[in-house]
DNA sequence: TGATTGTTTGCTCCA
DNA sequence: CAAACAATCA
């Protein structure tokens, strides 16, 4: 079997060299994940490693699986006990910590492994108590989100609140310090871990339980690591670990395509890889497969620009291509229409292309969304409002946190009330202010303050249903299905009750997110996943997991964009203070960063690349238009790869399909409303694309033991149990629902274990069901 | 005291 | 165009 072949010199030379640190400066498009895949098959079988001892890490969740399935195709012919460990850095930490993380109880009194995980939200609300607890107010002191930021920052630099309030030069810096404290302190009551604690923590055990770290070390041979321009202290920290002994650690990374350090990433993991491994080899990619010469001399016209790169030079075989258009549009709802009627222009002459629309923010998304519904063109959106940010699916999932850890203040606090129970504002500060007085965690306080009975009577009575309630559901918790616990929640919450009750098209759509959910939860069981699986899932989902390679037309920000490629791009937004952004323009290092994200999104294409900007742009949904400027690094591009494509300085003036009267009827009668990728329809598919499980370090050496032990195609196991034979239901058949009642099958969606058939069922209207879970009977 | 209704306010990017 | 907040109602 020969791994080398079919490649160029320099990714032969990657492939091959397997021994000792090795960094790979992967230009964009140069074929890295390639070099990747194929590196691992050789060493697995020109040196004969067992696949478990080889750990890969990456950015995404569905970065990990595609990696996993590529492997897995090259070494088809070959017969392994195992396959090798690929996870994204957190998702690693998550089961590292859950399995093996008691020893950390003695190095970080009061861990246990059932911690909960807080998102930026959940971070929120612990910073908006540790707000009140210390009588600070936001618009006095400074934002939430930057209180938290610079919390994350100190954290990452390994400073603790004393550090903070030891160089506190003024009474800032010392409120900064006593938040800081007040947020640890409340993480550590509620026994949670946020995002960078996750890898924190996991560098602290390795770093201080010799076991483990040896185990580990033991197990692992070598390590490789994908974007690591956008790994962190803690990251770096984990991969220096990790192959303590063995030091046969691989990094690919573009020191160009660097977007994260406002999320920690260091550049200097990077720039300072061959300080830091002495005798480490480097080898450059310097080939881009992927796009034209014309749209790789427009990217690399504005990456010069920065000041802090390596320097690398990419060139191509292709031909020059067409040029880069440019489209001066005379406000959002007009660029808008051009890239829709672009992109309907584009579709006739080239099908089966597909397009990508990228933005600097999320927000831009909706104008874009409007133009391409009223095209009829169906479309994909990457990320904004994900299926687990909703509100009712946050408050379910609190409830289920509550259940198996109820020390656990954030998701205490945001159902204590919800629904309406009686349990306002005032009685909510008194529970506060009880366990911060008496430094015990808000259920305990309730229990306290039930006791002492120094409440209104209505008061008290409510709060002894609510702890009641609670109670009950640890209980169901331990004893029945996950799926059968939602449904409890659901039913003895009063939530569904709620819902019910409100009767609007809002109201109806929760309700279906909520079965949306206990399906998910039901598929998961099935594979036979614990609730805490279940949890730490919904909490790793990144948004660009969900993107979708057979979308036709995917919308998405820059960000979400990092890894992958289209044959056309286009760039929306180009505008001073939108893009490069104006929290982004004040220092040299920030707008070295957008620059290098223009870079990222502008090397995503591989034939067409369009560039538009907006004259006129409303900054907030209701007020005015405001004059814009472009971008500087429209400008960067030199003049003579771009084809101007019109400049607009009335709305309407350029000719567009959708201005043409009929299309507007057409249009309007046109009820299609896209395809949101992170609809309820794709969140079984999240949870189908689970990482692999990692054993235990506790579990016996008998059998092989695979650390990632399940098989390599998670999509299609060999041994695939035998569905239950059942007639599929089909558009116009009679079906009974247990619940539901008779209805009729109106449309039917997938197929497999997958499908989905919307029924109408005529008591309870239409209702979007996985067939394989919803238990029909013909009838 | 808690629930509901109106009013104001203010956009990064994300695991 | 939302969520967050203040003001008002029950």
């Not at 630099?157 to 310090?177: G, I």
């Not at 080898?283 to 802090?308: D, H, P, W």
């Not at 709060?463 to 169901?476: A, D, H, K, P």
Request: charged share 30%; proline share 4%.
């Amino acid at each position: 079997m020969d791994f080398i072949k079919g490649l160029n010199a320099q990714q032969r030379e990657a492939v091959s060299h397997t021994e000792g640190p090795l960094l790979i400066l992967a230009g964009a498009g140069s074929g890295k994940t390639r070099v990747i895949t194929h590196r691992i098959a050789h060493i697995i079988t020109a040196r004969h490693i067992p696949p478990s001892a080889i750990l890969a890490v990456t950015f995404t969740n569905k970065a990990a699986n595609e990696m996993r399935e590529r492997v897995a195709a090259l070494l088809e012919d070959v017969p392994l006990e195992s396959s090798p460990a690929v996870s994204t850095f957190h998702s690693f930490c998550v089961r590292l910590l859950r399995r093996d993380g008691d020893p950390l109880a003695r190095i970080r009194p009061g861990f246990t492994r059932r911690f909960s995980i807080y998102d930026d939200e959940d971070q929120l609300g612990l910073i908006k108590a540790a707000y009140r607890g210390l009588g600070l107010d936001e618009k006095e002191f400074m934002q939430y989100r930057a209180a938290l930021s610079r919390i994350s920052h100190a954290k990452n630099v390994k400073e603790t609140p004393q550090d903070l309030y030891k160089k506190a030069v003024n009474k800032e810096n010392e409120a900064l310090a006593a938040l800081y404290e007040e947020y640890e302190k409340a993480l550590r009551t509620a026994n949670a871990l946020d995002f960078d604690d996750l890898l924190l923590e996991a560098v602290r055990l390795l770093r201080h339980d010799e076991a483990t770290r040896e185990a580990w070390n033991r197990r692992l041979s070598y390590v490789m690591i994908d974007e690591y321009q956008d790994t962190n202290r803690s990251q770096y920290e984990l991969m220096r670990l990790l192959s303590d002994s063995h030091k046969n650690v691989c990094v690919v990374g573009d020191e160009d395509q660097s977007i994260y350090s406002w999320r920690g990433a260091d550049i200097r993991n990077i720039l300072d890889f061959e300080r830091d491994f002495p005798n480490s080899k480097t080898i450059r990619l310097e080939q881009n497969y992927r796009s034209t010469k014309n749209i790789l001399a427009a990217a690399g016209a504005v990456v010069e620009n920065n000041k802090a790169r390596k320097g690398k030079k990419l060139w191509t075989e292709a031909a020059d291509g067409d040029t880069i258009g440019l489209y001066a549009a005379y406000d959002a709802e007009n660029e808008a229409l051009f890239i829709a009627d672009t992109i309907e222009k584009y579709m006739v002459v080239n099908p089966g292309d597909h397009v990508a629309v990228l933005y600097r923010t999320n927000s831009q998304s909706r104008q874009i969304e409007e133009a391409l519904r009223r095209y009829g063109r169906k479309y994909n959106i990457v990320g904004g409002f994900s299926f687990y940010q909703r509100a009712e699916i946050k408050d379910i999932v609190a409830y289920l946190k509550l259940a198996a850890s109820n020390v656990d203040s954030v998701s205490l606090l945001r159902v204590i009330n919800t629904p309406a129970r009686g349990i306002g504002r005032t009685t909510v500060e008194q529970i506060e202010k009880y366990a911060r007085e008496h430094g015990i965690n808000l259920w305990d306080a309730v229990e306290r303050i039930i006791d002492d009975q120094h409440l209104s009577t209505r008061s008290q009575s409510a709060l002894v249903l609510f702890r009641n309630l609670i109670q009950e559901l640890s209980l169901v918790a331990s004893s029945s299905s996950l799926a059968d616990l939602i449904r409890h929640i659901l039913d003895r919450t009063g939530y569904r009750r709620m819902l019910q009750q409100e009767k609007t098209p809002e109201s109806e759509t929760r309700l279906e997110n909520l079965e949306e959910l206990i399906n998910a939860a039901a598929e998961s069981a099935e594979r036979g996943d614990t609730i805490s699986d279940f949890l730490d899932h919904a909490a790793l989902v990144a948004d660009a997991d969900a993107y979708d390679e057979q979308a036709p037309i995917t919308l998405m920000t820059l960000h979400n964009a990092k890894g992958l490629e289209f044959p056309v791009v286009f760039l929306s937004g180009m505008e001073l203070g939108l893009f490069p952004h104006s929290r982004s323009m004040d220092s040299e290092a920030a707008l070295e960063e957008e620059r290098r994200l223009c870079y990222v999104g502008m090397t995503r294409a591989r034939k067409r690349l369009f560039l538009t900007w907006a004259r006129f742009r409303r900054r907030f949904g209701g007020g005015e238009q405001e004059r814009s400027t472009p971008s500087w690094f429209l400008s960067e591009v030199p003049a003579h790869l771009i084809q101007n494509l019109g400049v607009t300085d009335e709305p309407g003036e350029v000719n567009l399909i959708a201005e043409r009267h009929d299309v507007r009827q057409s249009a309007r009668r046109n009820t299609y409303t896209g395809k949101t990728y992170n609809s309820i329809e794709n969140i079984s598919q999240f949870f189908s694309e689970k990482g692999l499980p990692v054993n235990s370090l506790k579990t016996p050496p008998q059998v092989p033991p695979a650390p990632f032990s399940r098989p390599a195609a998670p999509n299609k196991p060999l041994t695939q149990a035998a569905p239950p034979v059942r007639k599929p239901a089909r558009t116009g058949m009679t079906v009974e629902h247990p619940k539901y009642g008779t209805g009729t099958v109106v449309r039917r969606e997938g197929d497999g274990d997958d499908a989905k058939i919307t029924v109408n069922f005529p008591r309870f209207g239409l209702k979007k069901l996985v067939e394989k879970y919803a238990g029909l009977k013909r009838s």
